[in-house]
């Protein structure tokens, strides 16, 4: 039953005329089975691990591994950042406000990128730290964008889309059919949603605590989540800078991640166009005979699958030679078929 | 055969046992023909016509046209960013050199999202320019790193293989095979040494023009080139401001495109685990009954392919589906094969 769950989405994706093939006798096998029984990441071992944990630690373990993973380098990295920074805080110069406060708020904003340049190390320690410590925030802060906040966000995806489909009392079926339909689509909007209430959030927290004006306010929310860090407004008071630490990691990525969403929205959209052309283009004797791998005058289902996957640019030409070669070798009695008969002869010899 | 020599690269990385298969009689039809002689993309067909331009512009276009797209979009951006800010002059505080070439130095460390603040705007109307150059510019440092820089590097790669095989006097088809089979790797190597090349330019730079001593050179580099942007040291003078303006640029966006090759690279290695791993795994009768697409208990070349190209997660299962039935559509006579008879059949429908 939750093979045909699966299946549902796929089948509503295809026009009326395709449906209606549908209901006829299914001649052809639907290869049900996942072909990965044995293949099974480290990740995943990690999860089976864990479940026997105590129940105190569950709240960590009901998150998916990598992100768990880029939480704690998250924590290492502000750990190691903030206590160096806070042994050389004389030699660091600017408004200050608190020893420990400083020195993660530093820590962030040097991380990021964003660098307002109101704390600025003074001596040479403190600028080949800094420099130090920004390279290796650059690189956490790629490992946040392509493994945590991308899990976040999915997670935010199916809470939405559950709400929008409150009303409709639908199944969980349903639902998993709406969000691996237009995945990216929703993962634009949730990332753009949350990019807003962030942008009102900084705007109105800068205007109220920092007490600049409006506009200096959204110029310095500006400045800070696409990491330019002008400096000449930035968060000076204590509570601010509390604020500052959460809201500058949490926008910053936010932003980027956004960017990564609009690129992948439009390499999926030229995706669709390319399946939808080769869908709807005619097939002609010549494709025909391309097609024929076996060379039998006859195109089966499977020599049309790896036709068209060809066509729609999925696979590589180097793809197929390669898993021929190796059918050849498998067929120890050349008879075009694999069967059985081969894998014992393969075996014995 | 022009054909054959793209084959050679692939059947030289298989091992010996597989190429020996290679010399017996080939029973299988190998897809030599391009399955896509009338999808020609817009970027293709301008090629096309920019070769009956007159030559005094063949330099521009023997560029890639998304290349030839970005920097166009780059000089667009640059122009009216400059002209903006050079109207608003007066609206902008800091250590000022020369009308024009701060303007476009400001353009410059605000779209790369340095930011150092040695220049700063101080009224509403440039404050809000700024923010609006920002995100623009970020966007475009995007379109760079995902057309024009790739498109630059693998030039490069070329010309560095080519360099690397000046004494073996190999043909052509080597090279192609060489930088085929090592591509990320070479990509890698060239961004590194460009990205060391620029660091050690820009600190001896610094340190002669700007007099800055070799670690506050060096230091002001590794601000820059990540677009941390502290601001405490940055270009005051003429010469390193024109310097700036094109140092800058490369720079930051070569450490974002040596930072995307990184996780390219990592990307690459993990897939070819995948692909190793589903090669070297023995095909059990298990497997032959799930690939068995046509259900006839034999499997032939083409059910294998598809079978082992959804075991290396090359393809989903609903690639699968959606073909099969655009297959079972087209089998009109039911048959199990696609031939001419089926083709005339749908046409007479």
């Given at each position: 039953?939750?093979?045909?769950?699966?299946?549902?989405?796929?089948?509503?994706?295809?026009?009326?005329?395709?449906?209606?093939?549908?209901?006829?006798?299914?001649?052809?096998?639907?290869?049900?089975?996942?072909?990965?029984?044995?293949?099974?990441?480290?990740?995943?071992?990690?999860?089976?691990?864990?479940?026997?944990?105590?129940?105190?630690?569950?709240?960590?373990?009901?998150?998916?591994?990598?992100?768990?993973?880029?939480?704690?380098?998250?924590?290492?990295?502000?750990?190691?950042?903030?206590?160096?920074?806070?042994?050389?805080?004389?030699?660091?110069?600017?408004?200050?406000?608190?020893g420990v406060l400083d020195s993660v708020y530093f820590c962030v904003v040097t991380m990021t990128t964003v660098g307002y340049g109101d704390?600025?190390?003074?001596?040479?320690?403190?600028?080949?730290?800094?420099?130090?410590?920004?390279?290796?925030?650059?690189?956490?802060?790629?490992?946040?964008?392509?493994?945590?906040?991308?899990?976040?966000?999915?997670?935010?995806?199916?809470?939405?889309?559950?709400?929008?489909?409150?009303?409709?009392?639908?199944?969980?079926?349903?639902?998993?059919?709406?969000?691996?339909?237009?995945?990216?689509?929703?993962?634009?909007?949730?990332?753009?949603?949350?990019?807003?209430?962030?942008?009102?959030?900084?705007?109105?927290?800068?205007?109220?605590?920092?007490?600049?004006?409006?506009?200096?306010?959204?110029?310095?929310?500006?400045?800070?989540?696409?990491?330019?860090?002008?400096?000449?407004?930035?968060?000076?008071?204590?509570?601010?800078?509390i604020f500052a630490i959460f809201w500058i990691l949490t926008s910053t990525i936010c932003l980027a991640q956004f960017f990564l969403y609009?690129?992948?929205?439009?390499?999926?959209?030229?995706?669709?166009?390319?399946?939808?052309?080769?869908?709807?283009?005619?097939?002609?004797?010549?494709?025909?005979?391309?097609?024929?791998?076996?060379?039998?005058?006859?195109?089966?289902?499977?020599?049309?699958?790896?036709?068209?996957?060809?066509?729609?640019?999925?696979?590589?030409?180097?793809?197929?030679?390669?898993?021929?070669?190796?059918?050849?070798?498998?067929?120890?009695?050349?008879?075009?078929?694999?069967?059985?008969?081969?894998?014992?002869?393969?075996?014995?010899?």
């Open positions: 039953m939750a093979g045909s769950n699966i299946n549902q989405p796929l089948l509503d994706q295809l026009p009326k005329t395709l449906q209606n093939v549908d209901s006829r006798r299914r001649r052809l096998r639907r290869l049900k089975s996942a072909p990965m029984p044995e293949f099974i990441p480290g990740e995943m071992n990690d999860i089976k691990d864990n479940q026997s944990l105590p129940r105190y630690e569950s709240i960590l373990n009901k998150l998916h591994p990598s992100f768990r993973k880029v939480i704690l380098y998250l924590v290492i990295y502000l750990g190691i950042g903030t206590t160096c920074f806070y042994f050389v805080q004389n030699q660091i110069q600017g408004k200050k406000v608190n704390l600025v190390p003074n001596s040479s320690t403190t600028k080949l730290l800094a420099s130090f410590f920004v390279f290796s925030g650059m690189a956490l802060v790629g490992m946040v964008l392509s493994k945590g906040a991308d899990y976040l966000v999915e997670k935010q995806e199916t809470l939405l889309i559950k709400a929008l489909h409150m009303r409709d009392k639908v199944g969980p079926s349903v639902i998993l059919e709406e969000v691996e339909t237009n995945k990216v689509r929703y993962k634009c909007f949730v990332i753009t949603a949350t990019l807003v209430v962030l942008i009102v959030v900084g705007t109105v927290f800068l205007a109220e605590v920092e007490k600049l004006s409006t506009i200096d306010a959204f110029y310095c929310v500006c400045s800070t989540i696409t990491t330019l860090g002008y400096g000449d407004k930035s968060f000076s008071t204590k509570v601010g800078r609009v690129a992948e929205f439009n390499t999926e959209r030229k995706q669709k166009e390319l399946v939808q052309w080769v869908l709807s283009r005619k097939m002609t004797n010549v494709d025909l005979e391309v097609a024929d791998l076996d060379n039998d005058r006859a195109v089966g289902a499977a020599e049309f699958v790896v036709y068209k996957l060809k066509e729609m640019g999925k696979i590589s030409q180097d793809d197929i030679l390669l898993l021929l070669d190796e059918f050849e070798c498998l067929d120890v009695d050349q008879s075009g078929t694999l069967s059985t008969t081969d894998l014992s002869l393969a075996q014995s010899s």
